[in-house]
């Protein structure tokens, strides 16, 4: 398989603080790639250093051979890399189906089209679509509602619907199921082993180990902004570095 | 938002339509069924349905919309004085100049989002208004004003006091002294003048109406709600905001058309940052980011300048009359001080009720006057739908 995402010695400090210390990480090309790691170590970080909400000090990034720094985040999301949040990022006071539609919009349209006079009503493949999805991640019932009032998790698992849509080549994943229900979360797994038939690539960070050993192919342990461990989930298991940075420490 | 068929729009618009038409007839008892009122309900309601497309649609409040009023009225009154009487070509002119103005001040001020794009367009706005009043007026005629004149007799000096109508002198149209407003002789004052006014509302609030439901419509909501998920959605946000900033623009551009059509005559006072902040106050007293909100705030704002600015003391005691002397003197004293000069203090108030108790203006207050009947006719079909919010 093919390296799709290629990082190389990516530092990025925050005053006196490195958060990223010469960063290097090759994601394959339909992988599931997890990064663990205590909090504060850097990760959400990284992430922001992809997708073009923050700029590295030095370091390069290739997407599909082509390089990402420097880029304006909606170029990256053109390129075909799409995010779920930390925190949930959604159009709150639109309803659940609009929130779908306008990605699936982003990307029939590309960056900017001027369509003053087509109904968004007389899209009809771009909603069903959108109901598709919307269904995939158990949200159908309130298609018509207004995000405001979804639970946390139902905004992650909306977020998660917004991305897919878009059918990017990579999906970046920030703690996809935390502030989930066990139920919530297991359903979420099954979808994202659902999409990974699809041959989506994913970066998923999270904190949830069962989460994370159920999905991975690959793990990368960051630890105070470098990475310590890298491997098949079950050589991270034994991996002693590993257990004192974070599986011992934190978790214990 | 996929509630509205493309069918209720239609019955929704003809109701409006209808509605407008029938103005002078409707408003007559409120006292205001008279030419020069309802001409102004029109073109400031379509100052503020323009406005609404910005600030109701992306959340981006402009402090400077009257900048574009006044270049519209001042291209108009120019028009005038080269071209023709007839308003064809000044409402034409007027709207393609305002939106290159407003393509020009746009692309600046977007630069910025929040309170700076807001203080960037004011900072425009008052230096178009100061301008007038020095560097140009050559053009703008200085605190005179520019005026529609006599047509020149024998070479042209001074194109302020000279006007030379080439389309109206090459089609032999006679001029009897200072001409007036036409189309295609049809005088544009009074109720004549006032039904063009209220067609151009009317094709105007249709407008507004297709680009509400329109994919672009849908990008510019997005944008209020959260500008920043949808960049990384993979949309550039600022050609969306620039095309609004510039439709809103040249909406302004045609109200400021109309009030040189109803009245040849452009001051700077127009651009003055009382008229911007007057259309921001229409649109959230009738309600931001709804349809028929703007217009009504309009109505709403140009019915109290009018009609409570024209009370006086003596109206006053007629209207008291029936109380006990002392007691009709006090009552008059204090409803004195809300009408006359003081119907700033009564808008103040009204004002201040409607953000407080109704954020979302009258058109929230309408809707939720038609919730509680529709609760109370069906409980069963009573998915009281967002989409309700957009009429
Ligand atoms: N914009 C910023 N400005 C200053 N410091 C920042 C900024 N963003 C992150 N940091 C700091 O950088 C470090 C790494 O933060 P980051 O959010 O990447 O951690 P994380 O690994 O995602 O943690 P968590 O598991 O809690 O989400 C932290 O010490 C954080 O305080
Ligand atoms: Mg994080």
Not at chain 1, 102 to 107: L, S, V
Not at chain 2, 144 to 164: E, F, H, S, W, Y
Request: with cysteine; charged share 15%; proline share 4%.
């Amino acid at each position: 398989m093919a390296a799709i995402l290629e990082i190389h010695d990516v530092n990025k400090s925050f005053g006196g603080l490195r958060a990223l210390w010469e960063v290097n990480l090759t994601v394959e090309e339909g992988a599931v790639h997890a990064i663990i790691g205590p909090n504060g170590a850097g990760k959400s970080t990284l992430l922001n250093c992809l997708v073009g909400r923050l700029k590295p000090d030095t370091g390069t990034v290739l997407f599909a051979g082509q390089p990402v720094l420097g880029r304006e985040p909606y170029e990256i999301n053109q390129m075909g890399i799409a995010r779920v949040f930390q925190t949930p990022e959604i159009f709150e006071d639109l309803t659940l189906l609009d929130n779908v539609v306008i990605p699936a919009m982003a990307k029939h349209d590309g960056a900017f089209r001027f369509s003053p006079w087509q109904r968004v009503s007389a899209r009809k493949e771009l909603i069903e679509e959108a109901e598709h999805i919307l269904e995939d991640v158990g949200l159908i019932e309130q298609r018509n509602v207004v995000c405001s009032s979804l639970s946390r998790g139902d905004k992650r698992r909306l977020e998660l619907a917004m991305c897919l849509i878009q059918h990017p080549k990579l999906l970046l994943l920030d703690e996809p199921t935390a502030g989930m229900s066990r139920a919530d979360t297991n359903n979420t797994i099954e979808l994202l082993k659902k999409i990974g038939e699809r041959g989506i690539t994913k970066v998923i960070i999270e904190h949830d180990m069962h989460v994370v050993f159920s999905l991975a192919h690959r793990i990368s342990v960051l630890a105070r902004g470098t990475f310590i461990a890298e491997g098949t989930p079950e050589e991270i298991k034994g991996d002693p570095k590993v257990q004192e940075a974070y599986l011992g420490g934190a978790h214990a | 938002m996929f509630g509205k068929s493309s069918r209720q729009d239609w019955i929704f618009f003809l109701v409006f339509s209808a509605f407008v038409l029938t103005m002078p007839v409707t408003l007559a008892p409120l006292g205001a069924g008279y030419p020069d009122l309802l001409q102004k309900f029109a073109i400031y309601g379509l100052f503020a349905i323009g406005f609404n497309i910005l600030f109701g649609l992306t959340g981006y409040l402009s402090f400077g919309h009257a900048a574009f009023l006044g270049v519209g009225s001042y291209a108009a009154v120019w028009m005038f004085k080269l071209l023709s009487m007839n308003v064809l070509p000044a409402v034409v002119v007027a709207v393609v100049v305002a939106g290159i103005f407003a393509a020009a001040i746009g692309y600046v001020s977007l630069r910025r989002s929040g309170i700076y794009f807001s203080i960037l367009t004011l900072a425009f706005a008052q230096m178009s208004y100061n301008l007038a009043y020095s560097v140009l007026t050559p053009i703008t005629n200085g605190e005179t004003g520019l005026q529609v004149r006599q047509l020149a007799t024998g070479p042209v000096k001074n194109l302020l006091d000279q006007d030379i109508r080439v389309l109206d002198q090459a089609f032999g149209v006679v001029e009897h002294g200072v001409p007036t407003t036409s189309l295609f002789g049809i005088e544009m004052s009074g109720w004549p003048g006032f039904y063009f006014c209220a067609a151009m509302l009317i094709a105007g609030f249709f407008i507004a109406m297709r680009i509400s439901r329109s994919n672009f419509g849908m990008m510019l909501r997005a944008i209020k709600s959260n500008q920043n998920r949808l960049k990384y959605t993979g949309v550039n946000t600022r050609p969306y905001l620039l095309s609004a900033f510039i439709i809103s623009g040249m909406y302004a551009g045609l109200a400021g058309a109309l009030l040189a059509v109803t009245d040849p005559l452009a001051g700077a006072e127009r651009m003055q940052w009382t008229a911007s902040g007057e259309v921001v106050l229409m649109t959230i007293l009738g309600g931001a980011g709804t349809l028929l909100g703007p217009v009504l705030g309009a109505g709403v704002i140009k019915y109290f300048e009018n009609i409570f600015s024209a009370i006086n003391e003596n109206v006053l005691h007629q209207l008291f009359a029936f109380l006990p002397d002392p007691v009709e003197n006090a009552v008059v004293a204090v409803a004195g001080m809300f009408v006359g000069e003081g119907w700033h203090l009564t808008l103040g108030l009204l004002f201040m009720l409607i953000v407080i108790f109704l954020p979302g203006g009258l058109m929230e207050g309408f809707n939720r006057i038609l919730g509680l009947f529709r609760r109370g006719r069906s409980e069963e079909d009573g998915a009281a739908s967002g989409a309700d919010k957009e009429a």
